[in-house]
């Protein structure tokens, strides 16, 4: 029997299962994770209780940084930036999605993700569809909860303009379709080493340190951030919205950034594609 490759499945066709268009579809299908993610309440209370401990341990540390120069401020920013900033990026740990995510990789060792190759839409377009959904409760939960216990104990940053506002959510939407495109990346590598984890702890490292988690990218020397900025997708995942959002540089500054990120977008979505299109075609090698 041959095995029918992907590029004639069902999802070449104008319509999705249940008569649904496939733009339709995907916002069905992103809704459905929006409601997935929202019943993983423990899980949930765990990350808020982390991240915020996490969140006053680098808030107090990034302080005293600042607290120990002349200017009372820290590559640019301020005690107030600092604080927004610490625990922004703890907040967006859960909408960004970093870590946790290796359905993809389970999927591919178990051989259920032929099942995925039969969908009506692109494995690439369903998995970012269910991620959006993902990051919108993240958003509600994971983000706000920290922001508000932020603003208790310290003096938090108020952004002066109100174009910050949307430009932050555009941002944050660009940096959840880098991470994302970089998580399917690592998990897309099991359909040639099987096993995901050396490429996982790479990922870890890498996201963790040159996203701008650990410390703001600014800290390190002028050549070597702007190396990371165009060079790599990382800081468009973390420290871009972060950056928009702490008001850093003009206006201009900030649209670059986010131009930045739209573009390392398309860049990693569309290497996705290509390596699941590689890994289709391996399928069909391989008899299915």
Partial sequence: ????????????????????????????VA???????????QATVASVFTNTVFAF???????????ATRTGSAAGYTPA???LYCWASQGLIGVVMLWGWNELSDR?????????????????????????????????????VPIAIGAIF???????????????????????????????????SSYWLLDSRGV???????????????FPLHFLPGWLTWTLWVGTPFPSILQAPLDVLVERGDLGYRIGVI?????????????????QRRAERKLVIQGG
């Fill in 1 to 28: 029997m041959r095995w029918v490759p992907a590029t004639a499945s069902p999802r070449t066709g104008q319509l999705g299962r249940g008569g649904y268009s496939r733009p339709r579809l995907l916002i069905v």
């Fill in 31 to 41: 809704w459905a994770g929006f409601r997935r993610y929202s019943t993983y309440r």
């Fill in 57 to 67: 341990l680098r808030c107090y540390v990034l302080l005293a940084a600042a607290a």
């Fill in 81 to 83: 930036q600092l604080a």
């Fill in 108 to 144: 591919i060792r178990s051989g259920d993700v032929v099942s995925d190759l039969l969908r009506p839409t692109h494995p690439v377009a369903t998995y970012l569809a269910i991620d959006l959904g993902r990051a919108g409760i993240g958003a509600l939960l994971r983000f706000g």
């Fill in 154 to 188: 310290f003096p938090l940053y108020v952004p002066q303009s109100l174009a910050t506002y949307p430009l932050f959510v555009i941002s944050v939407l660009c940096a959840v379709m880098v991470s994302f495109g970089c998580r399917f990346l690592v998990n897309a």
């Fill in 200 to 214: 996982t702890t790479i990922w870890l490292f890498c996201s963790a340190v040159l996203a701008g988690l650990v």
């Fill in 259 to 275: 131009t930045g990120q739209a573009a390392w977008a398309a860049v990693v979505l569309a290497l996705a594609v290509l390596v």
